[in-house]
């Protein structure tokens, strides 16, 4: 785990971006720290700027506002091109090549820090020939070798934009698994951007939250588990919730399901819950006005 003085895995203050086309930001007045060694969710709805954060702190785009550091330095600096390793949407992989050539080709890009068996072995466990050629690979095969090129780097910390998203249930725990592992043996520090939010119940113990641009949650995950709970109870109850932060509320009938971060007992006769991670982020979530290209 982090050490006091040791660097964050990502330190951001009042870091915005905005993309010339667009008139508003992406993303503005972010601040947020996420520890080093953990295995972070990053999650928001579609257009919230999960990608763009990855691309800042992945050094392939610049703070229009305020600043992003890496393990302590500027994303775009040499130190972090060899530390942090970044496996974007569009996974770029050279069609034509073998996974063999495209492995050796890593080793080439990343001569200091390359580790082969590594590579392979994440090639291997998704049953992947080395002679296959990239281009008729399915795509699920193909994220297998982009990560088997991120990981081979050794990196530090691994910026991960939807890696799971085409991927089968099956496949997708064992990426988890592949991931957890390499985490767990060399303290490396993973953030992970993904709507499949039962995935990352098990496995992260990070969560950065994003709205419309904005950091909504840069927090512990049993730290969110113990701040929740889950009310369920009448109707006629909701008045006791005036003392409490109210994160989501639903009603079926007579029936008031709320989400709330209690500021103190909850007094009332609610059937009290505490809600796994997954309903947590759900509420957070939901809560709200929903982005703006949602609502167009
Ligand atoms: N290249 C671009 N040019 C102009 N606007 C862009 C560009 N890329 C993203 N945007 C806009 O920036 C905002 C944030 O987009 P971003 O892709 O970072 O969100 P996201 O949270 O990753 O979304 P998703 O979950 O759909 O992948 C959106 O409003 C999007 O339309």
């Known amino acids: 785990m982090t050490g006091p003085d ?13 993309y010339r086309a ?16 953990r295995i972070t969710a990053l999650v928001g709805r579609n257009g919230a ?31 972090a091109r060899t530390r942090v390793a970044l496996l974007t949407q569009d996974k770029p992989l050279y069609p034509r090549f073998t996974v ?5 080709m890593g080793g080439k890009l990343n001569a200091s820090s390359w580790d082969r068996r590594v590579a392979e072995r994440v090639v291997r466990e998704g049953g992947i020939a080395l002679s296959a050629r990239v281009g008729e690979l399915s795509p699920g095969r193909r994220t297998r070798v ?7 780097k050794r990196p530090e910390l691994l910026l991960l934009d939807e890696p799971l998203a ?7 725990t064992e990426i988890m698994a592949t991931l957890m592992a390499e985490a767990a043996e060399r303290e490396l520090s993973i953030v992970l951007s993904s709507h499949v939010l039962p995935d990352l119940e098990q496995t992260c113990d990070w969560v950065l939250l994003l709205r419309a641009g904005r950091v909504e ?62 309903e947590i982020l759900l509420g957070h979530l939901q809560d709200g006005a929903a982005p703006k290209e949602a609502a167009a």
């Open 6 to 18: 040791e660097p964050a895995a990502l330190h951001a203050t009042e870091l915005g971006f905005g």
């Open 22 to 37: 667009r008139g508003d930001r992406a993303l503005r007045d972010c601040g947020f720290t996420v520890p080093r060694g």
């Open 49 to 79: 700027g999960k990608s763009t954060l990855l691309h800042l702190a992945g050094g392939l785009l610049r703070p229009t506002h305020g600043r992003i550091r890496v393990l302590g330095t500027a994303p775009d600096s040499a130190g």
């Open 100 to 104: 063999a050539d495209t492995l050796r």
């Open 146 to 152: 982009a990560l088997a090129l991120a990981l081979g």
């Open 166 to 172: 085409d991927l089968d249930p099956v496949v997708r």
């Open 217 to 278: 949650l840069s927090e512990d995950a049993d730290a969110l588990r113990e701040g929740h709970t889950l009310l369920t109870g009448h109707v006629d109850e909701e008045p006791a919730l005036r003392e409490h932060t109210v994160v989501h509320r639903r009603r079926h009938g007579r029936q008031l399901t709320a989400l709330v971060r209690p500021r103190g007992p909850v007094g009332g006769s609610w059937h009290v819950e505490r809600p796994p991670l997954e």
